[in-house]
């Protein structure tokens, strides 16, 4: 039900609203295989040949040669002969990596580079040097590795909660089958310290549940019969019984775990940016090799020296790192924020987020804990009792908080009057309800003036529910949803992180909501909104953004995803079992911590600022050493080891990221 549920979403969204250009671009995207873009020059690592057992030996005798032959004194043909042993031992992978390369048509790479440098050098008679470049290429190339292999399992880790085995319980005891095995009605037995293999409710036991794998929250809850469960949980305390109420492929670790793995199928602008920049770099630097090492000596002559500035032109010529690194701060990213239970559907989401200008926030269930209770009752020709019994039988079906509430608060309500019922929800407004031949109104002041009922102007504060029997006003109801703890620090975060708007929409009345956007220090109030407002609303913001900047829409998931989807980022708190969360936001916040938002925000922008000190640093730095190269101020030695070290700078600089 729920993958079905969420297949109908996505088209509803699709057929009924419009989306954001970068939205636009993803779903493109998402019907392309889920790979990580690769340009000329990019590197997966996941795609080489395996490397053979010998390699790093090899590597080792390698500089163990070029430190002996560095003092031994040879002449004549034995020098490059010595030289060639260290310098075949060293390109024992890159050159059936660029053999490889050549092959598929990648004829701009890193590999062929650094290969050509070598050979050059060697063809000038600079041999040590020539070794020294490759040996340093391994080294750059095995720090790059390390750092992206090292991520992957981190989030490998993270997401190792799928489970392999559920304990079916059956006539004949207890079976162990797969997961995939199970259909919904089926009651399995989870065992204390085991993973919940599938999203389901409680039919026996009580015991205590870790949420920490999929939510991020460390506070374990109790549960007993009745009570929901969800799969990647842990059982804590003792066995229970669970019936399941969805299949695997609709669990809610499945998608979780499929969010996360899908998110690098995403990438942000900046690793495009960066790719092309290299593609134009090493295109760039082939000509100017070519203008130093050809051109200009077939006019002057001194073709050794003019050959030897071209070849510390080639060795700058190649790309620092992968994308400049930024592949391995988006990839930070995802762990991070996983590691604190929150999931993003691309990497392109971080760079939405570090660049919101304006976030915006649906009221219920974000700012507020969504929670309604009831303050007061004002009945007109009837007791309180009567007034809300009306009110909640009216409001039997609606899954909206102020229902719960109602319904929590009249308590006990007579069954054949509720399945009687024919009732009409009116989005923004509240319901009329059929009952007999009785027509109830229970809902805001904006219901009843629709339908020529006179209401009383409530004297307290507070949200009022108005009831109304054939055109007959009864009262009002006053409810009143509690401001969620630390709210106005997660504004204020949002704040010193650099987003200058916050903007606060709502379909409660001015007079209720204007004091709460007041006291948070809200820029700016929309009060009294129907769905299709709050969408306008979110339009307008849209269509009035600086060029470069985004905005982002926080909300609950359940009641605003059509809104949500109208945003460049919609951000979904309380993400945990909620299909329609699943399938129109980007980034899904699994618990309702809203001060999750402010740290998403603040990461975000760490990488985003990363990312761009490393292309700035990137090109700068190497501008400079090709000003020292052309005006054979740069060694060959010099220009590898700073080149190397500017790589290593770079790597260094995104595993700060925290």
């Not at 041999?127 to 090292?150: C, G, I, T, Y």
């Not at 190649?318 to 988006?330: E, K, M, N, S, V």
């Not at 996983?338 to 269930?365: N, P, Q």
């Not at 509430?405 to 059929?434: M, T, Y």
């Amino acid at each position: 039900m729920g993958k079905t549920l969420a297949k109908t979403y996505k088209h509803e969204l699709k057929k009924e609203h419009k989306v954001s250009p970068r939205k636009q671009s993803r779903k493109q995207r998402q019907k392309q295989p889920k790979k990580r873009i690769s340009f000329a020059g990019g590197r997966d690592f996941g795609s080489l040949a395996a490397l053979t057992k010998l390699r790093p030996a090899m590597l080792v005798l390698a500089v163990l040669a070029l430190a002996v032959l560095i003092f031994v004194p040879l002449s004549g043909w034995m020098r490059p002969v010595a030289y060639a042993i260290p310098l075949l031992l060293a390109s024992v992978q890159i050159l059936p990596e660029t053999a490889a390369k050549l092959v598929s048509g990648s004829f701009l790479n890193n590999e062929l580079l650094t290969v050509l440098a070598a050979f050059l050098l060697f063809a000038l008679g600079l041999f040590p040097e020539a070794v020294l470049l490759l040996l340093l290429h391994e080294l750059v190339r095995w720090a790059e590795r390390f750092s992206f292999e090292k991520g992957k399992r981190e989030l490998d880790e993270i997401l190792d909660i799928l489970p392999d085995s559920a304990n079916l319980i059956t006539d004949n005891g207890i079976a162990r089958v797969r997961p995939e095995e199970l259909v919904p009605g089926d009651v399995i037995l989870v065992c204390a310290g085991e993973r919940i293999p599938l999203d389901g409710t409680i039919v026996e036991g009580i015991t205590t549940v870790d949420t920490a794998a999929i939510s991020g929250q460390r506070s374990p809850w109790a549960v007993n019969e009745g009570y929901r469960v969800y799969s990647g949980c842990m059982n804590l305390t003792s066995d229970i019984k669970v019936r399941v109420t969805r299949r695997f492929e609709q669990s809610t670790v499945r998608n979780v775990v499929y969010v996360a793995q899908d998110a690098e199928g995403f990438p942000s602008g900046q690793e495009y940016t960066a790719r092309r920049l290299n593609i134009f770099w090493m295109l760039g630097m082939l000509g100017l090799f070519l203008v130093v090492a050809v051109l200009i000596p077939a006019f002057r002559g001194e073709w050794a020296e003019q050959l030897r500035r071209g070849a510390v032109l080639l060795i700058l010529a190649r790309p620092l790192l992968d994308a400049f690194g930024i592949p391995l701060a988006y990839r930070k990213g995802l762990v991070l924020s996983a590691k604190m239970g929150v999931f993003s559907k691309g990497e392109d989401c971080f760079e939405s987020l570090a660049k919101a200008e304006t976030m915006i926030f649906d009221k219920t269930g974000t700012i507020t804990e969504g929670r309604y209770t009831v303050t007061d009752v004002f009945p007109s020709r009837m007791s309180e009792q009567q007034l809300l019994t009306i009110a909640a039988t009216a409001e039997s079906y609606s899954r909206h908080p102020i229902a719960v509430a109602l319904r929590e608060a009249a308590g006990r309500i007579d069954s054949r009057v509720v399945r009687a019922l024919k009732v009409k929800e009116i989005p923004g407004r509240g319901v009329s309800a059929l009952a007999g031949n009785r027509m109830i109104y229970v809902g805001n002041a904006a219901l009843l003036e629709e339908h020529s009922i006179k209401c009383s102007i409530p004297a307290r504060p507070g949200s009022a529910i108005h009831v109304a029997v054939d055109k007959r006003y009864c009262g009002h109801i006053l409810v009143a949803d509690k401001v969620r703890k630390r709210a106005f620090d997660a504004l204020e975060g949002l704040r010193v992180n650099g987003v200058e708007k916050l903007v606060l929409l709502t379909g409660d009345v001015l007079s209720v909501a204007r004091p709460l956007a007041s006291r948070l220090n809200f820029d700016m109030l929309r009060a009294e909104l129907k769905p299709e407002g709050k969408a306008k609303a979110v339009d307008y913001l849209m269509q009035n953004k600086g060029e470069r900047a985004s905005i982002a829409f926080v909300g609950d998931g359940e009641n605003d995803g059509r809104i949500m989807t109208r945003a460049d980022v919609g951000i979904a708190m309380g993400s945990l079992g909620s299909d329609t969360a699943l399938a129109a936001a980007d980034v899904l916040i699994m618990d309702r911590d809203i001060l999750k938002v402010p740290r998403l925000v603040n990461l975000s922008r760490k990488i985003y600022m990363n990312s761009r000190i490393n292309i700035l640093a990137g090109v700068g730095g190497n501008a400079l050493l090709i000003l020292f190269a052309v005006f054979g101020i740069l060694s060959v030695p010099a220009a590898e080891i700073l080149s190397t070290l500017l790589a290593l700078g770079l790597l260094f600089n995104m595993l700060r990221i925290r």
